[in-house]
């Protein structure tokens, strides 16, 4: 006979505390937003919401001389002129972990140094079935064969476990779960989702955010997801990657709202946008999608950042921006919080042009700088942005790998389809 577990509610004195605790917690760090926003300066403040990726620092003519090196003086030119709050990728192949704290603390130091104000860099990574562009880590089956386990335990452990090994190698912001729904066979990347079912994917969604986080997103070995791609991205008519997709809204709040929404639930400080379309409106000028809903129903309180190059697109493939200037001002508008540029600065002028113009208020910067700062003080960046070297001892250990065994053996033959 199966053992029932029964749910005991906390005291009534011990939830007051916990409430207040957590109230605390955020008024401080709201208190920190507000003090460090009107310090800021409107090139810094749009810096914040602009990221490139480490080619742009780093040695060779297009950044991707090997062995990888950063070039400090370009690097200089990233933080000190265009103030920029973010960086992300790798070159063309996966650094160890050493070269990786060294590149992270390089970084940090311009940063913490050299900067006016002292705020960090947020770095993000594509962590996708484990951190993939770090030699020797531990690489977990793709997220469809996860789902093939039914078990939310071991994506939970899959989430942890990632999240330790990116900490180890100074990253703390990982670009997944990928919580598009499976339903389009002809779609290529398929196998990066946890299938056609919602409740499955919500349920596993949920839980590699709760194994990745922890309850506190700023511990040792925990850091911050993004959820991706917002919303729709999986289902285009014609099968191909980045394109059209017709979904009605009910079956949108029906089958692929829900997945997101149960991840916001659980704390997920980021969001990365949808490349395609939806009945004919990018889903980088999509008010309803960012705003209304994401930001206004389900109540989001992090950052919403875009996918590679894709607010020039409103311009150059979508044409619905008459102007690379007018992409900016509708992304911004319609509730992007950062650029995910990547190549070159050309974001950050062209929004202090709207600025200027005043087709972009300052109240809207404001809010997008607002959640990016709130989102590296909750990582404990401000405290501490640097590499835990500690985690470095049990980085790709033997339990890792056992774990990754049961994941691969249980999506193969998972003993809950018995």
Same mark, same amino acid.
């Given at each position: 006979?199966?053992?029932?577990?029964?749910?005991?509610?906390? &005291? *009534?004195? +011990?939830?007051?505390?916990?409430? *207040?605790?957590?109230? %605390?917690?955020?008024?401080?760090?709201?208190?920190?937003?507000?003090?460090?926003?009107?310090?800021?300066?409107? /090139?810094?403040?749009?810096?914040?919401?602009?990221?490139?990726?480490?080619?742009?620092?780093?040695?060779?003519? #297009?950044?991707? !001389?090997?062995?990888?090196? +950063?070039?400090?003086?370009?690097?200089?030119?990233?933080?000190?002129?265009?103030?920029?709050?973010?960086?992300?990728?790798?070159?063309? !192949?996966?650094?160890?972990?050493?070269?990786? !704290?060294?590149?992270?603390?390089?970084?940090?130091?311009?940063?913490?140094?050299?900067?006016?104000? $002292?705020?960090?860099?947020? =770095?993000?990574? #594509?962590?996708?079935?484990?951190?993939?562009?770090?030699?020797?880590?531990?690489?977990? &089956?793709?997220?469809?064969?996860?789902?093939?386990?039914?078990?939310?335990?071991?994506?939970?452990?899959?989430?942890?476990?990632? *999240?330790?090994?990116?900490?180890?190698?100074?990253?703390?912001?990982?670009?997944?779960?990928?919580?598009?729904?499976?339903?389009?066979?002809?779609?290529?990347?398929?196998?990066?989702?946890?299938?056609?079912?919602?409740? %499955?994917?919500?349920?596993?969604?949920?839980?590699?955010?709760?194994?990745?986080?922890?309850?506190?997103?700023?511990?040792?070995?925990?850091?911050?997801?993004?959820?991706?791609?917002?919303?729709? =991205? @999986?289902?285009?008519?014609?099968? $191909?990657?980045?394109?059209?997709?017709?979904?009605?809204?009910?079956?949108?709040?029906? =089958?692929? %709202?829900?997945?997101?929404?149960?991840?916001?639930?659980?704390?997920?400080?980021?969001?990365?946008?949808?490349?395609?379309?939806?009945?004919?409106? &990018?889903?980088?000028?999509?008010?309803?999608?960012?705003?209304?809903?994401?930001?206004?129903?389900?109540?989001? $309180?992090?950052?919403?950042? @875009?996918?590679?190059?894709?607010?020039?697109? +409103?311009?150059?493939?979508?044409?619905?921006?008459?102007?690379? $200037? #007018?992409?900016?001002?509708?992304?911004?508008?319609?509730?992007?919080?950062?650029?995910?540029?990547?190549?070159?600065?050309?974001?950050?002028?062209?929004?202090?042009?709207?600025?200027?113009?005043?087709?972009?208020?300052?109240?809207?910067? #404001?809010?997008?700088?607002?959640?990016?700062?709130?989102?590296?003080?909750?990582?404990? +960046?401000?405290?501490?942005? =640097?590499?835990?070297?500690?985690?470095?001892?049990?980085?790709?250990?033997?339990?890792?790998?056992?774990?990754?065994?049961?994941?691969?053996? /249980?999506?193969?033959?998972? &003993?809950?389809?018995?």
């Amino acid at each position: 006979m199966m053992s029932r577990q029964i749910f005991r509610p906390l &005291p *009534a004195v +011990l939830l007051l505390f916990a409430c *207040a605790s957590w109230a %605390l917690g955020q008024d401080v760090i709201d208190g920190q937003v507000r003090d460090l926003l009107s310090r800021m300066t409107l /090139e810094e403040k749009v810096g914040q919401m602009t990221q490139v990726t480490v080619d742009v620092v780093s040695l060779g003519a #297009d950044g991707r !001389q090997e062995p990888h090196q +950063l070039d400090m003086a370009k690097l200089d030119t990233a933080l000190l002129r265009y103030h920029v709050g973010s960086i992300i990728n790798v070159g063309p !192949q996966a650094y160890s972990l050493d070269h990786w !704290q060294e590149v992270i603390t390089a970084i940090q130091n311009v940063a913490m140094r050299k900067t006016r104000l $002292k705020i960090p860099v947020l =770095y993000g990574i #594509d962590a996708v079935h484990g951190v993939n562009y770090t030699h020797g880590a531990t690489l977990f &089956p793709q997220a469809i064969n996860m789902a093939a386990t039914f078990n939310t335990d071991l994506v939970r452990e899959e989430g942890s476990i990632t *999240a330790s090994e990116m900490r180890a190698s100074g990253i703390p912001w990982n670009f997944y779960p990928v919580l598009d729904l499976g339903r389009q066979p002809l779609w290529p990347r398929l196998w990066e989702t946890y299938g056609e079912d919602v409740h %499955l994917s919500a349920a596993m969604g949920k839980a590699y955010v709760q194994g990745h986080q922890g309850t506190d997103v700023s511990a040792p070995g925990k850091g911050g997801v993004c959820l991706k791609h917002y919303v729709g =991205y @999986s289902f285009p008519m014609s099968g $191909k990657d980045r394109t059209a997709a017709w979904i009605s809204e009910r079956m949108m709040r029906e =089958y692929f %709202l829900p997945a997101f929404e149960e991840a916001v639930k659980a704390g997920a400080p980021s969001v990365m946008v949808n490349s395609g379309e939806v009945d004919g409106i &990018p889903g980088h000028a999509n008010y309803h999608l960012l705003t209304e809903i994401l930001k206004g129903e389900m109540q989001f $309180k992090g950052f919403v950042v @875009s996918d590679w190059a894709d607010i020039i697109r +409103l311009h150059a493939r979508d044409r619905v921006a008459v102007s690379p $200037k #007018d992409a900016v001002r509708m992304a911004v508008m319609a509730g992007i919080d950062m650029s995910m540029v990547p190549l070159d600065y050309s974001f950050s002028p062209l929004l202090l042009e709207c600025v200027k113009d005043g087709s972009v208020p300052v109240s809207r910067i #404001d809010d997008a700088v607002s959640r990016i700062l709130r989102v590296k003080l909750q990582l404990g +960046l401000f405290k501490d942005p =640097y590499p835990d070297v500690r985690l470095k001892s049990g980085f790709a250990s033997a339990q890792h790998t056992a774990v990754n065994l049961k994941a691969a053996e /249980e999506s193969i033959h998972s &003993p809950r389809q018995e």
